[in-house]
């Protein structure tokens, strides 16, 4: 009897730890189905029967299912805003507590097009500028300027960004807080603002010197002149004329070079023979005293259709190059005009056999007020706008200029301008 008992418990206890050890196995498995988070039937557990292990599974996988739907919409949410920050024309940079990069859209990458920005790399080792570490870390400890103009190094040159940076407080999981910035390319803006101040200091020195200098003999003159030897007087007066004569060329030019850059540059064009328009102005510069030491030449090929072009503006350009070949070379150099067809375009070319000009000078020769030799120029009547004016009429041509010069081996100035304008 006790012996049957005994028996009974045994077996009782066995399938009782049976029954715990299959718990535990089920236990297992759902545990690593919910971790996964992969939605399993209740059969898919063996040893989890009863009604409790079916309330169990149902809650489980609907927890699952809420979980994939809460991580997709997440990861959707995510792609929308990568796409939204992506599609912005200004750059946008995400870095995390330690600086590295998080989100970076391609605005930013076309402002650093040397760099390689790619995500998790570290800030420092991407954009060369202490200013915009001191810019992230004073945005961590919110100390951050609004729009702060920040010079960055891009390859051999600078770029100036307007940055504003916010900090994103740290979501679940995240250590500390990630920081957001906006940049705003401002370098162009920059150099323009370079140029205008470049122009208007220019633009004063130029006027300061023949103004002073009138002033300085108008001022000897009256003061003077009724004691003063008439040819002194006369040389007085031609200094005074010389220089007012300079003041207005500059004034001019100026004027010139503002219309043509206005919006309204007033070209007036009609179908003109290059050929005819340029070879008259040969002929009218060999009749001039100017060029009565040179040798001028003109060739223009035959059969070229007509071009529809401003003719006044045109002349105006290629007088300018011709009058420089005139002041910067000897007398007895030959000078040569020229117009020619080169593809699907026309070439008009000024030739001289002068001294040349030093490669260093050629990149920045059709800049404003770029002179290769300031008093040479001066003396001889230049206001250092001439060139400039020349790259400015062509390019309202929709043409290009070029120059080819080499020490001792004369210049020569190029005007393309496409067949069809
Ligand atoms: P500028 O009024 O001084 O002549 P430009 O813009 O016409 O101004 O020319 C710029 C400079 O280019 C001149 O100062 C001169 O040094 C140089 N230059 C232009 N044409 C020639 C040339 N044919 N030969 C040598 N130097 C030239």
Do not use: K, W
């Given at each position: 009897m006790i012996t049957a008992l005994l028996i009974v418990s045994v077996a009782a206890l066995a399938v009782a730890l049976y029954k715990q050890a299959a718990h535990r196995r089920a236990l297992r498995l759902l545990e690593q189905a919910i971790a996964q988070q992969q939605p399993f039937l209740r059969e898919d557990l063996p040893g989890a029967r009863g009604r409790e292990w079916?309330?169990?599974?149902?809650?489980?996988?609907?927890?699952?299912?809420?979980?994939?739907?809460?991580?997709?919409?997440?990861?959707?949410?995510?792609?929308?805003?990568?796409?939204?920050?992506?599609?912005?024309?200004?750059a946008v940079l995400i870095v995390d507590e330690n600086n590295c990069i998080q989100l970076a859209n391609r605005a930013l990458q076309a402002i650093f097009p040397h760099e390689k920005i790619a995500l998790h790399q570290r800030l420092e080792l991407l954009l060369h500028s202490r200013e915009f570490l001191a810019c992230v870390e004073a945005v961590r400890a919110g100390q951050a300027r609004p729009a702060q103009a920040i010079e960055f190094v891009e390859g051999a040159e600078s770029v100036w960004l307007e940055v504003t940076g916010t900090l994103i407080p740290p979501l679940g999981g995240q250590k500390g807080a990630w920081a957001l910035f906006v940049l705003h390319d401002i370098t162009r803006q920059r150099k323009l603002e370079a140029v205008r101040k470049d122009f208007v200091a220019n633009v004063s020195h130029e006027l300061r010197t023949p103004l002073s200098m009138i002033k300085g003999y108008v001022e000897t003159l009256v003061d003077s002149h009724?004691?003063?030897?008439?040819?002194?007087?006369?040389?007085?007066?031609?200094?005074?004329?010389?220089?007012?004569?300079?003041?207005?060329?500059?004034?001019?030019?100026?004027?010139?070079?503002?219309?043509?850059?206005?919006?309204?540059?007033?070209?007036?064009?009609?179908?003109?023979?290059?050929?005819?328009?340029?070879?008259?102005?040969?002929?009218?510069?060999?009749?001039?005293?100017?060029?009565?030491?040179?040798?001028?030449?003109?060739?223009?090929?035959?059969?070229?259709?007509?071009?529809?072009?401003?003719?006044?503006k045109f002349t105006q350009a290629v007088e300018n190059l011709l009058d420089n070949a005139l002041k910067y070379t000897p007398a007895g150099t030959r000078i040569a005009v020229a117009v020619a067809r080169r593809g699907g375009e026309i070439e008009v070319s000024v030739r001289d056999d002068g001294p040349g000009i030093p490669a260093e000078d050629l990149p920045r020769l059709f800049e404003r007020f770029y002179r290769v030799d300031k008093g040479r120029s001066r003396d001889k009547g230049g206001t250092g706008l001439g060139l400039s004016i020349v790259k400015h009429i062509v390019q309202l041509h929709g043409g290009r200029v070029r120059v080819e010069s080499a020490p001792g081996q004369g210049s020569g100035f190029f005007l393309t301008l496409p067949l069809q304008s």
């Open positions: 079916d309330e169990l599974c149902t809650a489980a996988n609907g927890l699952i299912a809420e979980a994939t739907r809460l991580r997709q919409l997440g990861a959707g949410q995510l792609a929308q805003l990568e796409a939204t920050l992506g599609s912005l024309q200004e009724r004691t003063m030897a008439v040819e002194d007087r006369e040389r007085f007066l031609q200094t005074v004329q010389r220089h007012a004569d300079r003041l207005h060329a500059l004034v001019e030019d100026l004027l010139a070079l503002s219309r043509l850059e206005s919006a309204n540059p007033g070209l007036q064009c009609e179908p003109t023979e290059l050929g005819r328009l340029l070879g008259a102005l040969v002929e009218d510069y060999r009749g001039r005293p100017t060029a009565a030491g040179h040798r001028l030449e003109f060739a223009a090929a035959p059969e070229l259709p007509a071009l529809a072009l401003d003719p006044r």
